[in-house]
Every structure is written in structure tokens, then in C-alpha cells.
């Protein structure tokens, strides 16, 4: 079993890990700022992906399918509500990190109520009382002191991430002050809660999930769109502008060649336009 207290060479090994995969391939700074899809490792990416979408197929898809269908929706819910209330300890560190102090507080609090009032985070009464909600990572933090999006990648297990959030998830295995409480009931709770929650997460949402994994013409470059979409609008809170600068024609400055766009061969469905909201 993987041990979750605190180590300082492991930390350190994350925080080495961290830079040396900040210092990966970079994109040109001109295709950045048009927010183009930087996928150098492309080829290795897709071979991921098939092992992934074969490991939902085979595994997770039934499993999720079978827990949502057998445990009642209250349970998957207050489940899920247990997994996001560990996590806020981590999340207060990252908004520190991010000289956030406010945000920090914000979740410093949601994780006292829940854990008090909600029965250790099944419950969400910081909602009921209007406790703002709040949402960060390590990979926002490195968003926040510049280091840039990096290479597109597919994690094993994990599913797509940028260099920049693959990073995020590593050090975020090392730093949550919960995984060091010297009380912790079970080691790797943590881990086990965000299974859980995954698992609830793609059991709810089966048949958006399964339209892009095995009914999209091109479920890689469909999966990595979604995220890039969605992640880039998460961290453009606050400045819209910014967000919609990401998506004013980033084949733009490029030729006017079809090899550009991974649908342009999809016979003519405009119904898998990369730029249309898939959940429509």
C-alpha cells in the first residue's frame, strides 16, 4: 500500500518532478496566445487513450453503471459531497500559494462546517448557509505565478491533463494537510474518496461520457477539445476577455488546410463542431 504521510524526499521528488516536466517541450509563445492545441506527443497520447477507453470499457464503465444502479442517489451524492470536503484543506493551501488569502479562508471554512454540521462531509450545509463554493489546484497555482500550458497530455488511469495540470495532480498527491493529521482513520483516504467519486461522477453522467468515448467519429481529439475548453475557461475566472481571446479562430494565422481540423473529415457533421457546447 502506498504510504500517504508526510515525507520530505518525496516532496522533494515531487517538487523535481515538477520542474523537470515544466522544462518539457514548450509551445511558441505567437500559437499560444491563440490558444492552438499543442499535442506533440500525440501518438503516444492516442496509445493512452485506447488503454484508457479499454480500461472504462471493461472496468469502470460497468462498475460506475453498477454503483449508481445499486446504491441510493442520497449516498452517491453525501459520497461524493465526502471526497470534495477532504480536499479542502489542499485547496486552501493552493489559494495561499496563490495569495488568495480570502478564497483560503473560504475553504478552511466549508471544511470545518461540513465536517462538523455534515457528519464528517456527507453533508453540504456550508451551501444551505451560503458558504461561497470554491474550487482550485496546484495546476491553477502554476497557472497563477505564469509557468504556461505545456504539451497536451493523456495520463494513464487519469484521463487528459496538460503538462502544466499533470504536474498539478503529482504535487497535489503530496501536499494535503489531511493525508498528514496523525488521526487519519485509514491511510490513502483520500485516494479511496476520489475513486468513489469518480465513480459516482461517471455513473451519473454515463451517457454523456460514453457519446464521446465510443460514439464521437474521433473520441481522442473529441475528449481533448472538451478538456482543453473547459479547462482554459476555469482558469480564465474573472477575465472573460481573456477566455474568448483563447478561441477567436486559432486556425487563423495558420494555411487554410483541412489537416488542421481533427473533424474536418467527419463527413460533414456539424453536430461534432469542436467549438459547439458537446452537451447541448
Same mark, same amino acid.
Given at each position: 500500500?502506498?504510504?500517504?504521510s508526510f515525507?520530505?524526499?518525496?516532496?522533494l521528488?515531487?517538487?523535481?518532478?515538477?520542474?523537470?516536466l515544466?522544462?518539457?517541450a514548450?509551445?511558441?509563445?505567437?500559437?499560444?496566445?491563440?490558444?492552438?492545441?499543442?499535442?506533440p506527443?500525440?501518438?503516444?497520447?492516442?496509445?493512452?487513450?485506447?488503454?484508457?477507453?479499454?480500461?472504462?470499457k471493461? &472496468? @469502470?464503465?460497468?462498475?460506475? /453503471?453498477?454503483?449508481?444502479?445499486a *446504491?441510493?442517489?442520497?449516498m =452517491?451524492t $453525501?459520497? +461524493?459531497?465526502?471526497?470534495?470536503n477532504?480536499s479542502?484543506p489542499g485547496?486552501?493551501?493552493?489559494? &495561499? @500559494?496563490?495569495?488568495?488569502? /480570502?478564497?483560503?479562508?473560504?475553504? *478552511?471554512?466549508?471544511?470545518? =462546517?461540513? $465536517?462538523? +454540521?455534515?457528519?464528517?462531509?456527507?453533508?453540504?450545509?456550508?451551501?444551505d448557509l451560503?458558504?461561497?463554493?470554491?474550487?482550485t489546484?496546484?495546476g491553477?497555482?502554476?497557472?497563477?505565478?505564469?509557468?504556461g500550458?505545456?504539451?497536451?497530455?493523456?495520463?494513464?488511469?487519469?484521463?487528459?491533463?496538460t503538462?502544466?495540470?499533470?504536474?498539478?495532480?503529482?504535487?497535489?498527491?503530496?501536499?494535503?494537510?489531511?493525508?498528514?493529521?496523525?488521526?487519519?482513520?485509514?491511510?490513502?483516504?483520500?485516494?479511496y474518496?476520489?475513486?468513489?467519486?469518480?465513480?459516482?461522477?461517471?455513473?451519473?453522467?454515463?451517457?454523456?461520457v460514453?457519446?464521446?468515448?465510443?460514439e464521437?467519429?474521433d473520441?481522442?481529439?473529441?475528449t481533448?477539445?472538451?478538456?482543453?475548453?473547459?479547462?482554459?475557461?476555469?482558469?480564465?475566472?474573472?477575465?472573460?476577455?481573456?477566455?474568448?481571446d483563447?478561441?477567436?479562430?486559432?486556425?487563423?494565422?495558420?494555411p487554410?488546410?483541412?489537416?488542421?481540423?481533427?473533424?474536418?473529415?467527419?463527413?460533414?457533421d456539424?453536430?461534432?463542431?469542436?467549438y459547439?457546447?458537446p452537451?447541448?
Amino acid at each position: 500500500m502506498i504510504s500517504a504521510s508526510f515525507s520530505l524526499p518525496r516532496t522533494l521528488a515531487a517538487l523535481a518532478a515538477a520542474a523537470l516536466l515544466a522544462g518539457c517541450a514548450s509551445q511558441p509563445p505567437e500559437a499560444a496566445a491563440r490558444g492552438e492545441i499543442f499535442d506533440p506527443y500525440e501518438q503516444t497520447n492516442r496509445s493512452v487513450h485506447n488503454f484508457n477507453r479499454g480500461l472504462d470499457k471493461a &472496468l @469502470l464503465r460497468p462498475a460506475s /453503471k453498477g454503483y449508481v444502479s445499486a *446504491v441510493p442517489e442520497p449516498m =452517491v451524492t $453525501s459520497l +461524493i459531497n465526502f471526497a470534495d470536503n477532504l480536499s479542502m484543506p489542499g485547496q486552501a493551501v493552493d489559494y &495561499l @500559494l496563490q495569495a488568495k488569502p /480570502k478564497e483560503a479562508g473560504i475553504a *478552511v471554512l466549508r471544511f470545518a =462546517v461540513n $465536517s462538523v +454540521i455534515g457528519i464528517g462531509g456527507l453533508g453540504d450545509p456550508a451551501t444551505d448557509l451560503e458558504i461561497p463554493a470554491v474550487d482550485t489546484d496546484f495546476g491553477e497555482t502554476l497557472h497563477v505565478w505564469g509557468v504556461g500550458e505545456g504539451p497536451y497530455l493523456e495520463l494513464p488511469l487519469y484521463g487528459p491533463a496538460t503538462t502544466r495540470d499533470a504536474v498539478g495532480v503529482l504535487v497535489n498527491i503530496f501536499t494535503n494537510p489531511v493525508d498528514f493529521a496523525p488521526t487519519r482513520p485509514v491511510d490513502n483516504l483520500g485516494v479511496y474518496s476520489e475513486i468513489v467519486r469518480r465513480m459516482g461522477m461517471r455513473g451519473r453522467y454515463s451517457d454523456t461520457v460514453d457519446s464521446i468515448l465510443y460514439e464521437s467519429a474521433d473520441s481522442y481529439a473529441q475528449t481533448r477539445i472538451i478538456y482543453l475548453q473547459n479547462r482554459r475557461f476555469e482558469l480564465a475566472r474573472g477575465n472573460e476577455d481573456a477566455y474568448l481571446d483563447l478561441y477567436d479562430d486559432p486556425y487563423a494565422a495558420g494555411p487554410a488546410d483541412d489537416s488542421l481540423d481533427p473533424y474536418a473529415d467527419i463527413a460533414g457533421d456539424s453536430s461534432l463542431d469542436p467549438y459547439e457546447d458537446p452537451y447541448e
